[in-house]
């Protein structure tokens, strides 16, 4: 069965999430990312490594800045997707665009919840000297 997928998510991280669902034959009918962002010596402008995969991929990448609004919502509507999969995006996706997949969304998480919820579970795991640590699927 394919399905059409809305994926979110921005570091290198999330990358062979979103490599794996394209190599699946699913149809990623978009991508949404951080906007790109300073970086490097020269402080130039960068995509993220989800936003460069997706280029390459030719999938349509959207980068704003906030989902809390009608506009995003509408947006995020038209795509109509089946599925919305998130790992490691870096917003809190609203109600509104949640309900909108028919089947609903997915978030992978980079720790054993509750433990290190929140950003950088993989690093707050190493600092704290944890001996094992996982991913953890969310619906």
């Known amino acids: 069965m394919t399905l059409r997928i809305v994926f979110f998510g921005t570091p290198a991280f999330a990358v062979p999430t979103l490599t794996e669902i394209?190599?699946?034959?699913?149809?990623?009918?978009?991508?949404?990312?951080?906007?790109?962002?300073a970086a490097g010596r020269g402080l130039t402008l960068r995509k993220s490594p989800v936003h460069e995969t997706a280029e390459r991929f030719g999938i349509p990448v959207e980068t704003p800045r906030n989902l809390r609004n009608d506009e995003a919502a509408a947006r995020f509507a038209e795509l109509a997707p089946d599925v919305g999969i998130v790992v490691?995006?870096?917003?809190?996706?609203?109600?509104?665009?949640?309900?909108?997949?028919?089947?609903?969304?997915?978030?992978?998480?980079?720790?054993?919840?509750?433990?290190?919820?929140?950003?950088?579970?993989?690093?707050?795991?190493?600092?704290?000297?944890?001996?094992?640590?996982?991913?953890?699927?969310m619906r």
Do not use: F, K
């Open 88 to 137: 490691a995006y870096g917003l809190i996706l609203p109600v509104p665009i949640l309900d909108t997949p028919s089947e609903g969304c997915l978030n992978l998480h980079a720790s054993l919840l509750p433990r290190w919820r929140g950003a950088a579970p993989i690093a707050r795991a190493i600092m704290a000297g944890d001996s094992e640590t996982g991913v953890m699927v």
């Open 22 to 37: 394209v190599g699946q034959g699913h149809e990623v009918v978009a991508v949404y990312s951080q906007p790109p962002r």
